[in-house]
T-cell receptor
């Protein structure tokens, strides 16, 4: 049972480049989300999804796109990378119930030069 | 400004001391969760509190949810070096958004 798998683990981009961070879960969870973690700011919600075909914005959605074509996958796209997007990105999943634990991946460390 | 304010931001204590971490908001939450995160890993759930006034104990950790469901606290008794880590509170807003506080870095020295 792999849980939540994020790829890549590390990435360096140049300003203006685009890329997709991958997230996959094998627990049949309805709820999936993306967070960014910056020093002193905890985790900030970027986008989330309550099921295939349904996505919504979180606290800091600008500059990011998501889609949810299957239950298992929830990719995060950076359209035109900016240095302000340098961060550690975490994907999480859970069953759709507020008492359920969020299962996090190990994160993607992204640097934008 | 974060919806959930955690304090203190950083805590460095000696082994055996007690400590309390606070998580406060002006908003009401349907439930609050506490997570612990170690370097290079994602956060791991410690507890979920659901009912206003609820108290939950997990070995030396005691969690409390405020009566008005706007705040929570985490108390650690006789801290040990293994308790070192980043502690995060998270609240479920109505509408399926889980938002986090900025976190408290705890360092327990032996």
């Amino acid at each position: 049972n792999a849980g939540v798998t994020q790829t890549p683990k590390f990435q360096v981009l140049k300003t203006g480049q685009s890329m997709t961070l991958q997230c996959a879960q094998d627990m049949n969870h309805e709820y999936m989300s993306w967070y960014r973690q910056d020093p002193g700011m905890g985790l900030r919600l970027i986008h989330y999804s309550v099921g295939a075909g349904i996505t919504d914005q979180g606290e800091v959605p600008n500059g990011y796109n998501v889609s949810r074509s299957t239950t298992e996958d929830f990719p995060l796209r950076l359209l035109s990378a900016a240095p302000s997007q340098t961060s550690v990105y975490f994907c999480a999943s859970s069953f759709l119930n507020s008492n359920q634990p969020q299962h996090f991946g190990d994160g993607t460390r992204l640097s934008i030069l | 400004t974060q919806l959930l304010e955690q304090s203190p931001q950083f805590l460095s204590i000696q082994e055996g001391e007690n400590l309390t971490v606070y998580c406060n908001s002006s908003s009401v939450f349907s439930s609050l969760q506490w997570y612990r995160q170690e370097p290079g890993e994602g956060p791991v759930l410690l507890v979920t509190v659901v009912t206003g006034g609820e108290v939950k104990k997990l070995k030396r950790l005691t969690f409390q949810f405020g009566d008005a469901r706007k705040d929570s606290s985490l108390h650690i008794t006789a801290a040990q070096p293994g308790d070192t880590g980043l502690y995060l509170c998270a609240g479920w807003q109505y509408g399926n958004k889980l938002v986090f506080g900025a976190g408290t870095i705890l360092r327990v020295k032996s």
